[in-house]
């Protein structure tokens, strides 16, 4: 018998580096088609401050999913990162609360939606 030799794949880690590097941002850019070619997850507040925009919020949360954060981390990864905010069409970073009571307003029909169309293309036979 003769042994099959295993051949090694060469890797172009500067290629991967690059890629890890800009990794948010692109999934963002593509999220962000998305979420805007949709209506957004609910209704602003009228009264009180300010408040987020609903679909940057819906942003965050898939950012939050995607980088398996809680919510403290992910307030201070977002304060550092002010090109992600600009994406998501967000001024300032939204507190942890903040970012708590989006996503307990924010429908899970809604971010299954968003899910399954983001990850459309790497599913089996797509």
């Known amino acids: ?5 295993v ?14 590097k800009d990794e948010e941002t692109l999934f963002l850019e593509k999220a962000r088609k998305l979420i805007w070619s949709l209506p957004p997850p609910y209704e602003e507040k009228r009264t009180g401050r300010k408040p987020y925009n609903p679909r940057g919020m819906a942003m965050v949360a898939l950012l939050k999913v995607k980088l398996k954060m809680d919510y403290r981390s992910l307030e201070s990864h977002l304060r550092a990162r002010r090109d992600l905010l600009k994406i998501m069409g967000l001024d300032e970073a939204p507190s942890k609360s903040t970012i708590h009571l989006s996503l307990k307003r924010m429908p899970e029909s809604y971010l299954k939606k968003l899910n399954s169309i983001l990850t459309q293309p790497f599913k089996k036979g797509a």
């Open 7 to 20: 051949k090694a794949v060469k890797r172009d880690w500067q290629v991967y580096d690059l890629y890890r």
């Open 1 to 5: 018998m003769q042994q099959m030799a």
